[in-house]
């Protein structure tokens, strides 16, 4: 468990959702652990099995078990993560898989990211070796077509890589007065809602292999329907936010014309 109530202008922690990766969660935990970072788990409704690996890695230092009851979804977990993290006195918190799929030696790659930036996301954007399987690949074009079009930018690289660094104030903010997807819709939600309210992002390369323990929670058809829901609720949203959307491009994109006015007549 972790000590003692962080009091800093600038602490991050790592918050691991897990769902019956027992198989390898310990070696996600050592990893982050290596890095000096302190890791909050969320135990979203785990098998007795997995709880069991659960509690032993909780009595590491710096390492924080919240858990559930019973199974809520990632979306849920995650949020519960951050706000344990936010009573902990953390103010960023980085999210991370629990099978093993990130590459978390670019942990501190983040951490650095946001002391420069630290209002921004910083975003993972994946690079991915020939471990994913072909489908999961090109869907998520899908998915960032969408994702384009909810926010009328190229800006959101990818929605759904679930390797992420947020602020924590801002977040949570939006988490208290807004829906967010609470399963496999949250990481693209989240992020489209962040960028409605001109939250900054950074995108850091990072690799993706699928997955350490070969266990996937993907349901195809109730999450393929949760995803359509998702992309309504967020066109919807756009429509609504349209004029908004349209004058912060013009917005945008009027000093930069009127800079290469200034350099032709220059």
């Given at each position: ?7 800093a ?21 050592n ?13 979203d409704g785990?098998s ?11 009595e ?15 979306g849920?977990?995650?949020i519960?993560g951050?706000r344990g ?7 960023h918190?980085?999210?991370?898989d629990a099978?093993?799929?990130h590459?978390?030696?670019?942990a ?6 946001a ?15 020939a471990?994913?399987p072909k ?27 679930g ?25 693209s ?7 409605w309210?001109?939250v900054?992002?950074?995108w850091l390369?990072?690799?993706v292999s ?7 929670h993907?349901r195809?058809?109730l ?8 992309h ?7 429509l ?27």
């Amino acid at each position: 468990m972790l000590p003692a109530k962080f009091n800093a202008k600038f602490a991050v922690c790592v918050v691991v959702p897990v769902y019956n990766h027992e198989h390898a969660i310990g070696t996600v935990v050592n990893a982050l652990r290596a890095q000096g970072l302190p890791v909050i788990l969320v135990d979203d409704g785990c098998s007795p099995e997995c709880a069991r690996v659960l509690d032993q890695l909780s009595e590491q230092p710096e390492v924080t078990l919240l858990r559930h009851e019973v199974n809520r979804g990632k979306g849920v977990a995650v949020i519960t993560g951050f706000r344990g993290a936010a009573k902990l006195g953390f103010t960023h918190a980085i999210q991370v898989d629990a099978d093993g799929q990130h590459t978390l030696s670019d942990a501190r790659r983040f951490v650095e990211a946001a002391r420069e930036t630290p209002d921004a996301v910083i975003c993972g954007r994946p690079v991915f070796d020939a471990s994913i399987p072909k489908a999961r690949y090109y869907g998520r074009y899908l998915t960032h077509a969408m994702v384009w079009l909810e926010t009328l930018s190229f800006d959101i690289i990818d929605s759904m890589c679930g390797f992420r660094l947020y602020p924590l104030k801002t977040t949570l903010e939006l988490a208290d007065h807004q829906h967010i997807g609470p399963r496999m819709d949250f990481d693209s939600e989240i992020i489209v809602r962040l960028h409605w309210r001109q939250v900054p992002m950074r995108w850091l390369d990072t690799r993706v292999s699928y997955p350490l323990d070969g266990v996937s929670h993907f349901r195809m058809f109730l999450d393929n329907v949760r995803m359509t829901t998702l992309h309504i609720r967020l066109t919807l949203g756009m429509l609504v936010r349209l004029p908004v959307l349209l004058w912060r491009k013009i917005a945008r994109t009027k000093p930069a014309a009127e800079v290469q006015e200034r350099d032709a007549n220059a």
